[in-house]
């Protein structure tokens, strides 16, 4: 196998994804225990860690507590920070530039919200040729008045395992 260097990307695990009222995402304490383990593990295995924060209008507007990064996985002197105006990770970014600079090749992904941010950016690392792990059990979305959150994390795990990327349990990712 060619050796692949790794990253460790989290996406949107922000302030706004904890404050909506009435809202609360799938669960969300035991998504953030999974992302926090692995955060911790992917640093001290020295792998990069690149956050994703989405900046636009409203809650996500740049500034505000609500566009913070969770104080949970507050970001480390050194630790890239890419902000994005969509759901696109590599749109209008400079992550893949970001990537290409550090020889990484291999993305193992977790975050906020399955069916936009998670999915789009896992399709696009797809389409651009990387080899990507979603950690099935770190990534969460809200109901949607049509699906539980469950229900679509569920179904987006089937739609890209396999195919998109590789879908492994937290318990299972080594960095």
Sequence with gaps: MVNQRTAFILIDVQEAMFSYPGMKLHDEEGVMERIV???????RSSTPVIFIQHTEDQEFTKGLPTWQISSRVT???GETIIEKPTWDAFH???LREELEREGITHLVFAGMQTEYCVDTTCRRAYSLGY??????????TFDNGQLTGEEIIRHHNAVLGGRVVT???AGEITF
């Design 37 to 43: 383990s692995l955060l911790d593990r992917a640093r």
């Design 75 to 77: 970001p480390l002197p």
């Design 92 to 94: 209008l970014t400079g």
């Design 131 to 140: 080899s990507s792990v979603l950690v099935e059990d770190a990534h969460s």
């Design 167 to 169: 879908l492994k349990p």
